[in-house]
């Protein structure tokens, strides 16, 4: 596990943290790179920092800025509606996809005078056809200040756009490559949640739903 695993799978609360041999290098990781730290040639004192007045914490209180589109491997973002605006996740998530058979199998009596006839072993497949596609998407949102008041740090606006999709409704239009190569344009939100995060700044989210689509149930003749 590298360190950037280590410190992600910390912030989020993750079960890769059973993983980690020793959980002092989690720590370690994580006051190292992500709180903010002084390099060694730098003096701190009554006149600011080598003698230069400065707010404390200026510039290195700041966290990472989110990433663009353009700078995500794989990018998701959310729609109320087809052509509406859409909601990119400022960080990009992990996502996990689990796909799904229906099959009607019926165990029958089945006569055979050979024993080494396998084609009497087994069920009788009647039919199948596919189930929705469960969808897992595990992320953070990061505010802009690592440590202060609660309306500088958390992040209050992605967490609260975040929310208003989640609790919409109706089904939810969303955009990422590995969905769309599955054919996934819509989904329906299961449930969701918010676990404890480490940092003033950061927020985890889990986020469970099903692929949605367009169906006809009757047939048009």
């Given at each position: 596990?590298?360190?950037?695993?280590?410190?992600?799978?910390?912030?989020?609360?993750?079960?890769?943290?059973?993983?980690?041999?020793?959980?002092s290098l989690v720590q370690n990781a994580i006051r190292?790179?992500?709180?903010?730290?002084?390099?060694?040639?730098?003096?701190?004192?009554?006149?600011?920092?080598?003698?230069?007045?400065?707010?404390?914490?200026?510039?290195?209180?700041?966290?990472?800025?989110?990433?663009?589109?353009?700078?995500?491997?794989?990018?998701?973002?959310?729609?109320?509606?087809?052509?509406?605006?859409?909601?990119?996740?400022?960080?990009?998530?992990?996502?996990?996809?689990?796909?799904?058979?229906?099959?009607?199998?019926?165990?029958?009596?089945?006569?055979?005078?050979?024993?080494?006839?396998?084609?009497?072993?087994?069920?009788?497949?009647?039919?199948?056809n596919q189930d929705d596609y469960e969808i897992t998407?595990?992320?953070?949102?990061?505010?802009?200040?690592?440590?202060?008041?609660?309306?500088?740090?958390?992040?209050?606006?992605?967490?609260?756009?975040?929310?208003?999709?989640?609790?919409?409704?109706?089904?939810?239009?969303?955009?990422?490559?590995?969905?769309?190569?599955?054919?996934?344009?819509?989904?329906?939100?299961?449930?969701?949640?918010?676990?404890?995060?480490?940092?003033?700044?950061?927020?985890?989210?889990?986020?469970?739903?099903?692929?949605?689509?367009?169906?006809?149930?009757?047939?048009?003749?």
């Amino acid at each position: 596990m590298e360190n950037k695993d280590i410190i992600f799978a910390s912030l989020l609360g993750s079960k890769v943290l059973k993983t980690a041999r020793n959980l002092s290098l989690v720590q370690n990781a994580i006051r190292d790179r992500v709180l903010p730290t002084f390099p060694a040639d730098v003096k701190i004192n009554q006149s600011g920092i080598n003698g230069l007045q400065v707010t404390p914490f200026e510039g290195l209180n700041r966290a990472d800025a989110p990433l663009s589109s353009e700078q995500q491997y794989f990018p998701m973002s959310f729609s109320f509606s087809e052509n509406g605006e859409n909601f990119l996740l400022p960080y990009e998530p992990m996502i996990d996809i689990k796909g799904k058979n229906n099959i009607i199998r019926r165990n029958v009596a089945k006569w055979r005078a050979d024993i080494s006839n396998l084609d009497t072993i087994g069920s009788i497949k009647e039919r199948w056809n596919q189930d929705d596609y469960e969808i897992t998407i595990t992320g953070v949102l990061i505010g802009s200040i690592m440590t202060g008041k609660v309306d500088d740090c958390y992040p209050k606006k992605d967490f609260e756009k975040l929310r208003d999709l989640l609790t919409y409704h109706k089904e939810l239009y969303v955009y990422c490559e590995p969905l769309q190569l599955l054919n996934i344009n819509k989904i329906v939100i299961e449930d969701f949640s918010f676990p404890f995060t480490k940092g003033e700044n950061v927020q985890a989210y889990e986020i469970k739903a099903f692929s949605d689509g367009s169906y006809k149930l009757l047939y048009e003749a």
